[in-house]
């Protein structure tokens, strides 16, 4: 379930309260992988870096966006760092699916 913004905000901004709920929500997602980090951006939007050795393909991008379905993450909350070679094809997956991919 997304958290929505709190009545009288623009949309996209959270209170501090939601914040930490959403990031709480997205840590659970990511608790057993240990290559996934989980920061706040300082706008509302989280930084996910996924650190590994091996190539990051788009099987795994598919992967990735079911999670963050399931949890209810829009891609305009997400900046999505991979720090592993990143397959072209899964670049263009999640770019075309909306998410900010940053190398």
Known sequence: MKYPPAAGTAAGVFTQTELLLFMDRLKKLFSKSKSVTITESGDGRFFVVISRS???IRKDAEKLIAK?????????????????????????????????VCK
Request: net charge positive; aromatic share 12%; charged share 20%.
């Open 68 to 100: 963050f379905a399931d949890a209810g993450v829009t891609s305009s909350e997400i900046i999505l760092t991979v720090n592993a070679p990143l397959c072209s094809k899964a670049k263009a997956f999640l770019q075309d699916k909306g998410y900010t």
């Open 54 to 56: 091996s190539r990051f």
